[in-house]
């Protein structure tokens, strides 16, 4: 069964600390995307990148990166100088195309809270 | 463009009564999925579409829910009578995905947010 987990439950940083965020998975299937959304204190979730089993280059953006490791089923979020404007809650989610048997839909981690203070 | 749209954005109802959460999805958007989010249990699909027909309700919590899609561009869900344990945060997701492809990005809408007394 596919599973996610963020085993930080909350972290907290100063201002233009750098921070890691962790995602694990576990899939049996070969083809599956991964996702990162950020919920910020009102409440939307808001959709921060997507990513395919095939592709495992590191992917940057401005103060976010993202490192995906299959031999480790891992894909990690860091932000880079961060703001207090990161704060929220971060999800990592697994999807499978439902040809391989799973279903389309998303599969979300519990969540890691970050706060940022100034 | 319009995001995905869900009204009410707060709802307050005394248990047993019917309530009914409206969702509009992204235009163009074929693929539409109700969530529910609780502190104890997360994020939980609860039932999607695909070009208005479901196709997983595997995840409805019981008879009480009921979704429904009569077009493209709005879908429901309905629970009746609601329970306390039903307070949460319900969100409408949207994508453009085709139903045996996957994968696509699903855009979330802003929440209902429901407390059941």
């Known amino acids: 069964a596919q599973k996610v987990t963020q085993a930080q439950t909350e972290i907290s940083v100063v201002e233009k600390e750098d921070v890691t965020l962790d995602c694990v998975y576990e899939?049996?299937?070969?083809?599956?995307?991964l996702f990162w959304y950020k919920q910020p204190p009102s409440g939307e979730l808001v959709f921060l990148i997507r990513r395919n089993s095939f592709d495992e280059q590191n992917e940057i953006s401005g103060r976010y990166s993202w490192n995906f490791q299959k031999s480790t089923s891992s894909f990690n979020f860091t932000i880079t100088a961060s703001q207090v404007v990161d704060s929220a809650v971060y999800f990592c989610?697994?999807?499978?195309?439902?040809?391989?048997?799973?279903?389309?839909?998303?599969?979300f981690g519990k969540g890691t809270k970050l706060t940022v203070n100034p | 463009d319009a995001g995905v749209i869900q009204s009410p954005r707060h709802e307050v109802t005394e248990m047993g009564q019917e309530v009914t959460l409206r969702c509009k999805p992204i235009s163009g958007h074929n693929s539409l999925f109700w969530y529910r989010q609780t502190m104890m249990r997360g994020l939980e699909l609860l039932i999607y579409f695909n070009n208005n027909v479901p196709i997983d309700d595997s995840g409805m919590p019981e008879d009480r829910f009921s979704a429904k899609m009569p077009n493209a561009s709005f879908s429901t869900l309905k629970i009746q009578p609601s329970e306390p344990r039903d307070s949460a945060v319900y969100f409408c997701a949207s994508s453009a995905g085709t139903s045996g492809v996957g994968g696509e990005t699903q855009y979330f809408g802003p929440g209902t947010r429901l407390l059941v007394l």
């Open positions: 989610a697994l999807s499978e195309p439902p040809l391989q048997g799973g279903s389309e839909k998303l599969v």
């Open positions: 899939t049996r299937d070969t083809t599956y995307y």
